[in-house]
């Protein structure tokens, strides 16, 4: 049993421990998930996007392209670049000011590689939907023993969709005519298709970005035909990932060349003409949909420069929207794969991804930094105010005391919104870095989908305590949570908290 004395000194060392430990931590304003609902709003033609704000991004839609630089150093090399190609008409169409296709778009001219050394193409697109590409540069279907699978490894987006309960969609051309989502399919007897009139196919499950994480390997995959009846059915998602085939994304040239305007084009410059031709079909589609037309965003993606990763190449990325600044604004701020993820996450409200990247690639040439949380995001493509800043939230700690009758240590931390709009409930207080000796008594569960993995939690519960009774946390307002602690030894205790509103656990 310890005296007064040994339990005030207790309580004193705990406080002075914590108060270090979150000096840099528990003020600092926390990315929270479940998207902001304001008023349902209806267009014209009675479409509505569960209640999104009119000011709000609505359904995005990335459409992923291949193996071509913006500009490089000679643009007559093999693989020629995308400016000023004359096999790429409509994509240079989109980025010349004046231009009619041009009306809402925005492009980037200072888009750098993922980082250095990241090919071939799998691990950019790996990159695409976990911030990092672990260090395994293969090409090969996901496989144990080809070591690509990160299936409970690491935190990805769609896996941060479904928490949120956000949907999503992944259009894959050709993947009807594979086995599986996770097998390669390639041949010159499929069906006609639609957009390049040949019977070659090429389903590439290494530009399937969520293919190598178990719990989106086979979820919610589509064949590319599907995405046509979808827009026409207001069924797409808020995220909808395509990928062409490996022609129709430029990244193969058609057996025989392919004759695009009038002109016959072959080797490398038909395959942008594919490409391009492909584009030409699929973007207007979309932009004629209601899903586009209430604040959509089409993100026309290539995966990774050729022939180097300096500044001299650059990556094209065009961003189409009635929300884009529009009239080819050409950005000139350093971007790379990871700005897509943060802006999605922005746009979705989900907390920055955080996974590992490898030491001798977080080093981007140009841009600097490849790190979700403070990486540029897209939002200078944009109008002011169209991607939302992070909702501020920060956590201030009580002082510790004992429990009488338990022996167990309180401590009473407040949740404040220290931002300008009102945070939806639920939420959960995380403690990243639980001092070893200490055990969280009334944790409600441990991490198991936002890094860092296995920190306890506890619920932030609604109603009671707020002033107006209602499911969101105002701003100035405040929410106390007791955290209640185990801690046999008498040690001092130190955590660094985040504040979550996707749900920390299946």
Same mark, same amino acid.
């Given at each position: 049993?310890?005296?007064?004395?040994?339990?005030?000194?207790?309580?004193?060392?705990?406080?002075?421990?914590?108060?270090?430990?979150?000096?840099?931590?528990?003020?600092?304003?926390?990315?929270? #998930?479940?998207?902001?609902?304001?008023?349902?709003?209806?267009?014209?033609?009675? $479409?509505?996007?569960?209640?999104?704000?009119?000011?709000?991004?609505?359904?995005?839609?990335?459409?992923?392209?291949?193996?071509?630089?913006?500009?490089?150093?000679?643009?007559?090399?093999?693989?020629?670049?995308?400016?000023?190609?004359?096999?790429?008409?409509?994509?240079?169409?989109?980025?010349?000011?004046?231009?009619?296709? #041009?009306?809402?778009?925005?492009? @980037? @001219?200072?888009?750098?590689?993922?980082?250095?050394?990241?090919?071939?193409?799998?691990?950019?697109?790996? $990159?695409?939907?976990?911030?990092?590409?672990?260090?395994?540069?293969?090409?090969? !279907?996901?496989?144990?023993?080809?070591?690509?699978?990160?299936?409970?490894?690491?935190?990805?987006?769609?896996?941060?969709?479904?928490?949120?309960?956000?949907? $999503?969609?992944?259009?894959?051309?050709?993947?009807?005519?594979?086995?599986?989502? @996770?097998?390669?399919?390639?041949?010159?007897?499929?069906?006609?298709?639609?957009?390049?009139?040949?019977?070659?196919?090429?389903?590439?499950?290494?530009?399937?970005?969520?293919?190598?994480?178990?719990?989106?390997?086979?979820?919610?995959?589509?064949?590319?035909?599907?995405?046509?009846?979808?827009?026409?059915?207001?069924?797409?998602?808020?995220?909808?990932?395509?990928?062409?085939?490996?022609?129709?994304?430029?990244?193969?040239?058609?057996?025989?060349?392919?004759?695009?305007?009038?002109?016959?084009?072959?080797?490398?410059?038909?395959?942008?003409?594919?490409?391009?031709?492909?584009?030409?079909?699929?973007?207007?589609?979309?932009?004629?949909?209601? #899903?586009?037309?209430?604040?959509?965003?089409?993100?026309?993606? $290539?995966?990774?420069?050729?022939?180097?990763?300096?500044?001299?190449?650059?990556?094209?990325?065009?961003?189409?929207?009635?929300?884009?600044?529009?009239?080819?604004?050409?950005?000139?701020?350093?971007?790379?794969?990871?700005?897509?993820?943060?802006?999605?996450?922005? +746009?979705?409200?989900?907390?920055? +991804?955080?996974?590992?990247?490898?030491?001798?690639?977080?080093?981007?040439?140009?841009?600097?930094?490849?790190?979700?949380?403070?990486?540029?995001?897209?939002?200078?493509?944009?109008?002011?105010?169209?991607?939302?800043?992070?909702?501020?939230?920060?956590?201030?700690?009580?002082?510790?005391?004992?429990?009488?009758?338990?022996?167990?240590?309180?401590?009473?931390?407040?949740?404040?919104?220290?931002?300008?709009?009102?945070?939806?409930?639920?939420?959960?207080?995380?403690? !990243?870095?639980?001092?070893?000796?200490?055990?969280?008594?009334?944790?409600?569960?441990?991490?198991?989908?936002?890094?860092?993995?296995?920190?306890?939690?506890?619920?932030?519960?609604?109603?009671?305590?707020?002033?107006?009774?209602?499911?969101?946390?105002?701003?100035?307002?405040?929410?106390?949570?007791?955290?209640?602690?185990?801690?046999?030894?008498?040690?001092?205790?130190?955590?660094?908290?985040?504040?979550?509103?996707?749900?920390?656990?299946?």
């Amino acid at each position: 049993m310890k005296t007064s004395k040994q339990k005030s000194n207790h309580r004193q060392t705990k406080m002075l421990n914590l108060s270090a430990a979150l000096l840099g931590t528990a003020a600092t304003s926390l990315l929270l #998930a479940a998207p902001a609902m304001a008023d349902d709003h209806r267009g014209d033609d009675g $479409w509505s996007f569960g209640g999104l704000d009119r000011n709000q991004v609505g359904a995005v839609f990335v459409i992923a392209m291949e193996n071509h630089n913006f500009v490089q150093p000679n643009p007559t090399n093999s693989p020629e670049q995308i400016f000023g190609n004359p096999a790429a008409p409509f994509i240079n169409s989109l980025i010349t000011p004046g231009n009619s296709n #041009a009306v809402q778009v925005s492009y @980037t @001219t200072a888009y750098f590689n993922a980082g250095v050394g990241v090919h071939p193409s799998e691990p950019n697109y790996v $990159w695409a939907e976990a911030g990092s590409d672990f260090g395994v540069h293969t090409d090969a !279907d996901p496989t144990a023993a080809n070591g690509n699978t990160f299936y409970n490894q690491a935190i990805h987006l769609t896996a941060q969709l479904d928490a949120a309960g956000i949907p $999503w969609r992944n259009y894959q051309e050709d993947v009807q005519l594979s086995a599986s989502p @996770t097998n390669s399919a390639s041949g010159t007897n499929g069906p006609v298709n639609p957009y390049n009139g040949s019977t070659q196919f090429n389903y590439a499950v290494k530009h399937n970005p969520m293919a190598f994480f178990a719990d989106s390997a086979t979820q919610n995959v589509y064949p590319l035909a599907q995405l046509a009846t979808d827009l026409s059915s207001r069924q797409v998602a808020r995220y909808n990932w395509i990928t062409p085939n490996q022609y129709d994304d430029a990244h193969s040239a058609l057996i025989g060349g392919f004759t695009y305007n009038g002109v016959h084009f072959t080797g490398d410059q038909s395959a942008i003409a594919v490409g391009d031709n492909f584009l030409s079909k699929i973007v207007p589609q979309i932009m004629a949909s209601p #899903a586009y037309r209430h604040n959509g965003v089409i993100i026309i993606w $290539w995966d990774e420069t050729e022939g180097g990763d300096d500044t001299t190449r650059s990556i094209p990325e065009i961003i189409i929207s009635p929300l884009a600044k529009g009239n080819a604004y050409a950005s000139t701020v350093l971007m790379n794969h990871s700005s897509d993820i943060k802006t999605l996450e922005e +746009i979705y409200n989900l907390p920055a +991804i955080n996974n590992p990247i490898p030491t001798n690639e977080t080093v981007v040439t140009g841009s600097g930094y490849n790190n979700v949380a403070t990486v540029n995001d897209l939002s200078d493509l944009f109008v002011p105010g169209a991607i939302p800043g992070p909702q501020s939230v920060s956590v201030v700690p009580g002082s510790f005391r004992v429990d009488r009758r338990t022996q167990h240590v309180l401590q009473d931390v407040a949740i404040v919104n220290d931002g300008d709009s009102a945070v939806p409930y639920p939420l959960w207080l995380a403690l !990243d870095n639980l001092s070893p000796n200490a055990t969280l008594f009334n944790a409600a569960g441990t991490t198991a989908i936002l890094a860092p993995l296995g920190s306890p939690y506890v619920n932030v519960r609604t109603g009671d305590g707020d002033a107006d009774h209602d499911d969101v946390l105002r701003p100035n307002s405040s929410k106390r949570v007791t955290l209640e602690f185990l801690d046999p030894g008498a040690n001092p205790i130190s955590y660094s908290t985040r504040v979550l509103s996707v749900t920390p656990a299946p």
